[in-house]
T-cell receptor, first 113, second 111 residues
Framework: ETGVTQTPRHLVMGMTNKKSLKCEQH?????MYWYKQSAKKPLELMFV???????ENNSVPSRFSPECPNSSHLFLHLHTLQPEDSALYLC????????????FGPGTRLTVT | GENVEQHPSTLSVQEGDSAVIKCTYS??????FPWYKQELGKGPQLIID???NVGEKKDQRIAVTLNKTAKHFSLHITETQPEDSAVYFC??????????WGAGTKLIIKP
Protein backbone atom coordinates (compact mmCIF):
# COMPACT_ATOMS: atom_id res chain seq x y z
CA GLU A 1 0.00 0.00 0.00
CA THR A 2 1.37 3.38 -1.03
CA GLY A 3 -1.11 5.50 0.91
CA VAL A 4 -2.87 6.57 -2.28
CA THR A 5 -6.18 4.93 -3.17
CA GLN A 6 -8.17 5.20 -6.38
CA THR A 7 -11.74 4.21 -7.18
CA PRO A 8 -13.06 2.62 -9.22
CA ARG A 9 -10.28 0.27 -10.31
CA HIS A 10 -12.05 -0.48 -13.59
CA LEU A 11 -14.57 1.58 -15.54
CA VAL A 12 -16.32 0.98 -18.83
CA MET A 13 -18.29 3.90 -20.20
CA GLY A 14 -19.97 4.93 -23.39
CA MET A 15 -19.02 8.08 -25.23
CA THR A 16 -22.11 9.92 -24.00
CA ASN A 17 -21.75 8.99 -20.33
CA LYS A 18 -20.54 11.14 -17.45
CA LYS A 19 -18.41 9.52 -14.78
CA SER A 20 -15.87 10.53 -12.14
CA LEU A 21 -12.62 9.04 -10.93
CA LYS A 22 -11.69 9.49 -7.29
CA CYS A 23 -8.29 9.64 -5.63
CA GLU A 24 -7.52 9.91 -1.94
CA GLN A 25 -4.12 10.23 -0.27
CA HIS A 26 -3.46 9.47 3.39
CA UNK A 27 0.09 10.84 3.47
CA UNK A 28 -0.45 14.46 4.39
CA UNK A 29 0.99 15.60 1.06
CA UNK A 30 0.41 19.03 -0.45
CA UNK A 31 0.63 18.19 -4.17
CA MET A 32 -1.51 15.81 -6.24
CA TYR A 33 -1.30 14.76 -9.87
CA TRP A 34 -3.33 13.06 -12.60
CA TYR A 35 -1.45 11.05 -15.22
CA LYS A 36 -2.61 9.13 -18.28
CA GLN A 37 -0.74 5.88 -19.01
CA SER A 38 -1.12 4.27 -22.43
CA ALA A 39 0.65 1.07 -23.48
CA LYS A 40 4.31 1.51 -24.44
CA LYS A 41 4.13 5.29 -24.10
CA PRO A 42 5.58 7.65 -21.50
CA LEU A 43 3.34 8.71 -18.67
CA GLU A 44 1.49 11.88 -19.67
CA LEU A 45 1.02 14.48 -16.97
CA MET A 46 -2.50 15.88 -17.14
CA PHE A 47 -2.98 18.09 -14.09
CA VAL A 48 -1.07 19.21 -11.01
CA UNK A 49 -2.61 20.61 -7.85
CA UNK A 50 -0.62 22.25 -5.08
CA UNK A 51 -2.41 23.17 -1.87
CA UNK A 52 -5.71 22.67 -3.69
CA UNK A 53 -4.87 25.10 -6.48
CA UNK A 54 -4.34 23.90 -10.02
CA UNK A 55 -0.82 24.81 -11.08
CA GLU A 56 -0.59 22.91 -14.33
CA ASN A 57 -2.93 21.89 -17.11
CA ASN A 58 -0.99 20.19 -19.87
CA SER A 59 -3.26 21.06 -22.80
CA VAL A 60 -5.79 18.46 -21.72
CA PRO A 61 -9.12 18.43 -23.62
CA SER A 62 -12.02 19.99 -21.77
CA ARG A 63 -13.84 16.65 -21.64
CA PHE A 64 -11.52 15.98 -18.67
CA SER A 65 -12.30 18.21 -15.70
CA PRO A 66 -10.32 17.95 -12.45
CA GLU A 67 -11.49 18.94 -9.01
CA CYS A 68 -9.50 19.17 -5.78
CA PRO A 69 -11.85 19.97 -2.86
CA ASN A 70 -9.09 19.55 -0.26
CA SER A 71 -5.49 18.43 -0.09
CA SER A 72 -6.45 14.78 0.46
CA HIS A 73 -8.91 14.30 -2.39
CA LEU A 74 -8.69 14.65 -6.14
CA PHE A 75 -11.36 13.91 -8.73
CA LEU A 76 -11.32 13.61 -12.49
CA HIS A 77 -14.71 14.22 -14.06
CA LEU A 78 -15.21 12.64 -17.47
CA HIS A 79 -17.81 13.47 -20.12
CA THR A 80 -18.25 12.75 -23.83
CA LEU A 81 -15.00 10.81 -24.01
CA GLN A 82 -13.52 9.30 -27.14
CA PRO A 83 -12.28 5.71 -27.63
CA GLU A 84 -8.68 7.01 -27.69
CA ASP A 85 -9.16 8.13 -24.10
CA SER A 86 -9.12 4.48 -23.03
CA ALA A 87 -6.07 4.11 -20.79
CA LEU A 88 -4.90 3.66 -17.21
CA TYR A 89 -5.41 6.84 -15.21
CA LEU A 90 -2.98 7.23 -12.35
CA CYS A 91 -3.20 9.54 -9.40
CA UNK A 92 -0.09 10.51 -7.45
CA UNK A 93 0.83 12.73 -4.54
CA UNK A 94 4.06 14.27 -3.27
CA UNK A 95 5.16 16.21 -0.23
CA UNK A 96 5.14 19.45 -2.19
CA UNK A 97 5.29 20.44 -5.83
CA UNK A 98 8.85 20.02 -7.03
CA UNK A 99 11.45 17.28 -7.40
CA UNK A 100 10.09 15.01 -4.69
CA UNK A 101 9.14 11.36 -4.68
CA UNK A 102 5.70 10.82 -6.12
CA UNK A 103 3.50 8.15 -4.56
CA PHE A 104 1.13 6.54 -7.04
CA GLY A 105 -2.20 4.86 -6.61
CA PRO A 106 -2.99 1.61 -8.46
CA GLY A 107 -4.85 3.43 -11.23
CA THR A 108 -8.26 3.24 -12.84
CA ARG A 109 -8.41 1.18 -16.04
CA LEU A 110 -10.82 3.15 -18.27
CA THR A 111 -12.41 1.70 -21.39
CA VAL A 112 -14.49 3.98 -23.60
CA THR A 113 -16.86 2.13 -25.92
CA GLY B 1 9.53 19.77 -26.87
CA GLU B 2 11.52 18.19 -24.08
CA ASN B 3 11.75 14.44 -24.04
CA VAL B 4 13.38 11.42 -22.41
CA GLU B 5 14.45 8.43 -24.49
CA GLN B 6 14.73 5.06 -22.77
CA HIS B 7 16.40 1.89 -24.05
CA PRO B 8 15.88 -0.98 -24.42
CA SER B 9 12.10 -1.36 -24.50
CA THR B 10 12.44 -5.00 -23.43
CA LEU B 11 15.34 -6.64 -21.61
CA SER B 12 15.62 -10.33 -20.83
CA VAL B 13 18.41 -11.49 -18.51
CA GLN B 14 19.29 -14.71 -16.74
CA GLU B 15 18.61 -14.78 -13.02
CA GLY B 16 21.77 -13.72 -11.21
CA ASP B 17 23.08 -11.63 -14.11
CA SER B 18 23.13 -7.83 -14.24
CA ALA B 19 20.68 -5.57 -16.08
CA VAL B 20 21.34 -2.07 -17.39
CA ILE B 21 18.72 0.40 -18.63
CA LYS B 22 19.74 3.69 -20.22
CA CYS B 23 18.01 7.04 -20.62
CA THR B 24 18.90 10.27 -22.35
CA TYR B 25 17.22 13.62 -21.72
CA SER B 26 17.07 16.85 -23.67
CA UNK B 27 16.59 19.64 -21.11
CA UNK B 28 19.99 20.75 -19.82
CA UNK B 29 18.23 22.37 -16.85
CA UNK B 30 16.97 19.01 -15.55
CA UNK B 31 18.39 18.35 -12.10
CA UNK B 32 16.41 15.42 -10.68
CA PHE B 33 16.35 11.92 -12.17
CA PRO B 34 14.18 9.25 -10.55
CA TRP B 35 13.67 5.61 -11.50
CA TYR B 36 10.33 3.93 -10.90
CA LYS B 37 9.34 0.28 -10.96
CA GLN B 38 5.81 -0.74 -11.95
CA GLU B 39 4.51 -4.21 -11.21
CA LEU B 40 1.40 -5.64 -12.78
CA GLY B 41 -1.77 -4.06 -11.43
CA LYS B 42 0.08 -1.42 -9.44
CA GLY B 43 1.18 2.14 -9.91
CA PRO B 44 4.86 3.05 -10.37
CA GLN B 45 6.98 3.06 -7.22
CA LEU B 46 10.24 4.98 -6.73
CA ILE B 47 13.25 2.69 -6.39
CA ILE B 48 16.12 5.16 -6.57
CA ASP B 49 16.76 8.76 -7.60
CA UNK B 50 19.73 11.00 -8.22
CA UNK B 51 20.25 14.74 -8.28
CA UNK B 52 22.53 16.59 -10.63
CA ASN B 53 25.22 17.31 -8.04
CA VAL B 54 25.95 13.58 -7.72
CA GLY B 55 27.44 11.24 -10.33
CA GLU B 56 26.49 7.89 -8.82
CA LYS B 57 24.22 6.52 -6.13
CA LYS B 58 23.85 2.97 -4.85
CA ASP B 59 21.25 1.18 -2.78
CA GLN B 60 22.04 -2.50 -2.22
CA ARG B 61 21.66 -4.21 -5.64
CA ILE B 62 20.60 -1.12 -7.57
CA ALA B 63 22.66 1.85 -8.66
CA VAL B 64 22.14 4.88 -10.87
CA THR B 65 24.83 6.79 -12.73
CA LEU B 66 24.48 10.27 -14.20
CA ASN B 67 26.54 11.96 -16.90
CA LYS B 68 25.34 15.55 -17.10
CA THR B 69 27.68 16.48 -19.91
CA ALA B 70 26.29 13.75 -22.14
CA LYS B 71 22.78 14.13 -20.69
CA HIS B 72 22.29 10.48 -19.95
CA PHE B 73 21.72 8.35 -16.89
CA SER B 74 21.52 4.62 -16.32
CA LEU B 75 20.00 2.11 -13.92
CA HIS B 76 22.09 -0.90 -12.94
CA ILE B 77 20.62 -3.94 -11.20
CA THR B 78 23.06 -6.61 -10.06
CA GLU B 79 22.37 -10.22 -9.05
CA THR B 80 18.90 -10.07 -10.59
CA GLN B 81 16.11 -12.01 -8.93
CA PRO B 82 12.64 -13.10 -10.15
CA GLU B 83 11.01 -10.29 -8.17
CA ASP B 84 12.94 -7.76 -10.26
CA SER B 85 10.67 -8.62 -13.22
CA ALA B 86 8.61 -5.47 -13.86
CA VAL B 87 8.45 -2.38 -16.06
CA TYR B 88 11.01 0.29 -15.18
CA PHE B 89 10.59 3.99 -16.00
CA CYS B 90 13.16 6.76 -15.93
CA UNK B 91 12.20 10.40 -15.65
CA UNK B 92 13.83 13.83 -15.68
CA UNK B 93 12.62 17.01 -14.03
CA UNK B 94 11.61 20.04 -16.01
CA UNK B 95 10.43 23.33 -14.56
CA UNK B 96 9.37 23.43 -10.93
CA UNK B 97 7.23 20.35 -10.61
CA UNK B 98 7.02 18.34 -13.79
CA UNK B 99 8.67 15.08 -14.66
CA UNK B 100 9.21 13.99 -18.26
CA TRP B 101 9.05 10.20 -18.45
CA GLY B 102 10.67 7.58 -20.60
CA ALA B 103 8.48 5.00 -22.37
CA GLY B 104 9.51 2.18 -20.03
CA THR B 105 11.60 -1.00 -20.13
CA LYS B 106 10.04 -4.38 -19.52
CA LEU B 107 12.60 -6.40 -17.58
CA ILE B 108 12.22 -10.18 -17.73
CA ILE B 109 14.26 -12.36 -15.41
CA LYS B 110 14.69 -15.87 -16.78
CA PRO B 111 15.00 -18.66 -14.19
Amino acid sequence: ETGVTQTPRHLVMGMTNKKSLKCEQHLGHNAMYWYKQSAKKPLELMFVYSLEERVENNSVPSRFSPECPNSSHLFLHLHTLQPEDSALYLCASSQDQGPYEQYFGPGTRLTVT
Amino acid sequence: GENVEQHPSTLSVQEGDSAVIKCTYSDSASNYFPWYKQELGKGPQLIIDIRSNVGEKKDQRIAVTLNKTAKHFSLHITETQPEDSAVYFCAASIGNYQLIWGAGTKLIIKP
